[in-house]
Each structure stands twice: as C-alpha cells, then as structure tokens.
Nanobody
Framework: QVQLAESGGGLAQAGGSLRLSCAAS????????MGWFRQAPGKEREFVAA????????VYGNSVKGRFTVSRDNDKNTVYLKMNDLKPEDTAVYYC??????????????????WGQGTQVTVSS
C-alpha cells in the first residue's frame, strides 16, 4: 500500500502562485505515475498534470498548460505542483494520485490506484 499526503494548499490572489506537495509513504518505490487532479464544487474531477517516475513523460491538462509545472523528487518520495498565474477558476480541492498508468493514460483517473485526501486551493479575484 502507498499513502499519499498533500500539503501546500491555501488562499491566493489571482495572478499569484502556490506550490503543492504530495508525500508518498509505504511501499517503495513510489508509483510509476504520479498525478494531480482537482474538483471544484458541482463539477467533475478534472485532470491537472502527471509525471512518470523518471520525469521523461509529463502531461498537462489544457486549462493549466503554461501556468502549472509538475515535478518529482524520487529521493524524497515527493511530487510537486507549482501553480503560477492563478485564476479564480483554479479554485478546487486538489488531489494527488499514484498508479502504474502509461503516459497515454495519465489523464484517466481510473488508472490511478492511490489517492490522497486532497488540499483546498482558493483563488480570489
């Protein structure tokens, strides 16, 4: 089993930045694919970004391309999501997920086996 714990959420102003962290514990090595999803009230869960273990494969959701950057430090068993130029529509609960999905399936939430509890990100206008 792998446990995932997100941190770094909070309140930011539009145009500001936040960095989320997701620490993995339990079974090693950490899952091949580590991803971020988000869900706003009344909306479906949305793919944000994902990265393979070696960092060779990285995929972003269309709504965050050019603004968000995903990275991982395998020595620390941690994946990061740096969010720049935040917009009010980025407000959501952000979830970290881990699994063995290939890059072609990074956006498919059902391919992830492990999920964190989520961290709230609120962007004010």
């Amino acid at each position: 089993q792998v446990q995932l714990a997100e941190s770094g959420g909070g309140l930011a102003q539009a145009g500001g930045s936040l960095r989320l962290s997701c620490a993995a514990s339990g079974r090693t090595p950490t899952p091949y694919c580590m991803g971020w999803f988000r869900q706003a009230p009344g909306k479906e869960r949305e793919f944000v970004a994902a990265i393979s273990r070696g960092g060779v494969n990285i995929v972003y959701g269309n709504s965050v391309k050019g603004r968000f950057t995903v990275s991982r430090d395998n020595d620390k068993n941690t994946v990061y999501l740096k969010m720049n130029d935040l917009k009010p529509e980025d407000t959501a609960v952000y979830y970290c997920a881990g699994g063995s999905a290939p890059a072609s399936a990074f956006e498919n939430a059902r391919r992830y086996e492990y999920w964190g509890q989520g961290t709230q990100v609120t962007v004010s206008s």
